[in-house]
Nanobody, 119 residues
Framework: VQLQACGGGLVQPGGSLRLSCAAS????????MGWYRQAPGKQRELVAT???????NYADSVKGRFTISRDNAKNTVYLQMNSLKPEDTSVYYC??????????????WGQGTQVTVSS
């Protein structure tokens, strides 16, 4: 199983970016997908998660600005980030808690994509 994330980059404060992450491989189902981020010198923190039924959870720091969504048919999760702030600068990692074709439950991480918010 692999998670391939893309969509990071440099954006000015107040701007927007959209991240996407596609899971591929021997997948039976993906109950939960999400995004985490890690800034230099800090611990990795949750940004948002979404279940396969569409239930979402957000960190307080991004509520009202970020929107997580997913396309179950494509095993893909998205993160629409609006009103970006310099403190959103981090490496963003996608995450999937999934069940593979052997019915084993595991957690997988993408490779990380850099988001930099700066003028």
């Amino acid at each position: 199983v692999q998670l391939q994330a893309c969509g990071g980059g440099l954006v000015q404060p107040g701007g927007s970016l959209r991240l996407s992450c596609a899971a591929s491989g021997s997948i039976f189902s993906i109950p939960v997908m999400g995004w985490y981020r890690q800034a230099p010198g800090k611990q990795r923190e949750l940004v948002a998660t979404i279940t396969d039924e569409g239930s979402t959870n957000y960190a307080d720091s991004v509520k009202g600005r970020f929107t997580i969504s997913r396309d179950n048919a494509k095993n893909t999760v998205y993160l629409q980030m609006n009103s970006l702030k310099p403190e959103d600068t981090s490496v963003y990692y996608c995450n999937a808690d999934l069940i593979n074709m052997r019915r084993r439950y595991d957690t997988y991480w993408g490779q990380g994509t850099q988001v930099t918010v700066s003028s």
